[in-house]
């Protein structure tokens, strides 16, 4: 089900995105990506898996999708980081790949090449034996900031963790819905945005 998110309609007939899957009411399930929410969105599938002509999508939802997606990766990473399984700072982050149990970097979109670069290098170098270190870098530096509390972050480093594991699985989520799903899995399908939509 991590494939596929959930929607309901509101008391005011308006379509939103349950991410937790708790909100009351029938729900509608499109694959969790930006293709299939657009195209749900384009072609009316909520009304009529809802069988119900009321109910409506205002705005974006696609757009109202991945932005929730993205304050709830940051919102775990800041999580994280309270939990004391982030570090962040160019030397910090260096220190931890070499010595501590590293599972992801993080560079921001905006920052240069040369740094990221340098850590991936010694990254790849110590987690040769154990299959890599996963890198991300699906965030401003701004974001990264607010997220962990500090200005001008560049490269942070996630360490093994229960607060880590929850903000990949989330930074995932996001990445999935932003990139789209294999054509293997959507090929499974009968390619029609209809057999994406499932009713609960």
Known sequence: MADLIRFVAGPDNVIVPDLRRRLPGRGVWV??????????QKKKVFARALKDGGVRVEGDLAEQV?????????????????????VSGFAKVEAAVRSDDVVALVHASDGGEDGAGKLA???????????GC?????????Q???????????????????ASDNAL??????ERFRAGFPASFLEASDSGVSDAVIQD
């Open 31 to 40: 694959t969790a990506d930006r293709e299939s929410v657009s195209a749900a």
């Open 66 to 86: 991945e932005t929730l997606l993205e304050r709830a990766a940051l919102d775990a990473m800041s999580f994280a980081r309270k939990a004391g399984e982030i």
């Open 121 to 131: 290098a010694i990254a790849r170098a110590r987690f040769a034996d154990t299959g």
């Open 134 to 142: 996963r890198m991300v870098g699906c965030f401003e530096s701004t």
């Open 144 to 162: 990264l900031d607010l997220a962990l509390g500090r200005s001008n972050v560049i490269h942070a480093a996630l360490l093994a963790g229960r």
């Open 169 to 174: 699985a989330r930074i995932a989520d996001l």
